[in-house]
């Protein structure tokens, strides 16, 4: 099993670190790693670092650095603008869309999303959404920590901005003819995939999208879930990209 990874602010430019905080508290208390274990460190940034552990305190490690490393950004960037879900779909999708590879994710707040984010609970949702970015980038052992960006609560008309500066842009649709496994795709830039809420997208928002440059496709014959086509279609990209 590969070793664990822990993000920090930024990684120690000297030969030792003591980790504490919400990090230190979750090696030593939670996980429970011991004097010689190994760790690995990262900034969420591309920087990384191993460690060994050389000594066990109260919430918190005493570590020696022994390697620092760099992981090159992933070109194209892949954003996915994903609908605001009901429940706990979203942080699902989040989740799992961290696992898979993305490298943005934007809460959309699309005409059909059941559930609305504004004011204090939107801060507080795109927070929740963060968090699980965050956690999912660690048990993935990623270098680069996903943004989510935009508005809690971002609107068609800017997400279709977005699009209109992409060097490619996508919609999922169950009505589309062509599909994602067979689109063209840029070398570089950023390439934005759009993924509705449980009740899809609406006419009004397919043809702002459409208009702004962006192409409906589809995965297959079968209808996902809003939890699930984010990831399905990152998938997809991710080996005709040759990330996989």
């Known amino acids: 099993m590969s070793a664990p990874l822990f993000l920090v602010e930024s990684l120690p430019t000297a030969d030792s670190l003591t980790l504490d905080g919400p990090e230190g508290h979750h090696a030593a208390t939670v996980q429970r790693l011991r004097v010689g274990e190994e760790l690995l460190l990262a900034d969420g940034r591309g920087g990384t670092a191993t460690a060994v552990v050389t000594a066990v305190g109260r919430g918190s490690l005493e570590l020696d650095i022994r390697s620092r490393g760099y992981v090159d950004a ?3 960037r892949l954003v996915v603008v994903q609908g605001i879900a009901k429940g706990d779909r979203g942080e699902l999708a989040v989740q799992a869309m961290t696992e898979v590879g993305v490298d ?5 707040a699309a005409a059909r999303s059941v559930t609305q984010w504004r004011g204090d609970r939107g801060l507080r949702a795109r927070e929740k959404w963060a968090a699980t970015a965050r956690e999912a ?4 052992r990623r270098a680069w920590l996903p943004v989510v960006a935009g508005a809690p609560d971002e609107s068609t008309g800017r997400v279709a901005r977005r699009i209109a500066g992409a060097a490619a842009a ?3 649709h169950e009505e589309a003819d062509d599909r994602l496994t067979t689109a063209e795709l840029p070398d570089s830039g950023e390439i934005v995939l759009v993924v509705g809420p449980e009740g899809g997208i609406a006419p009004a928002e397919l043809d702002a999208f459409t208009a702004a440059g962006a192409r409906p496709v589809r995965l297959g014959y079968a209808v996902l879930r809003t939890s699930t086509a984010g990831v399905a279609a990152l998938a997809v990209l991710s080996a005709r990209l040759h990330r996989w």
């Open 170 to 172: 996508f919609v999922l």
């Open 137 to 140: 980038a660690k048990q993935a």
């Open 74 to 76: 992933s070109v194209p």
């Open 104 to 108: 943005e994710i934007v809460p959309w």
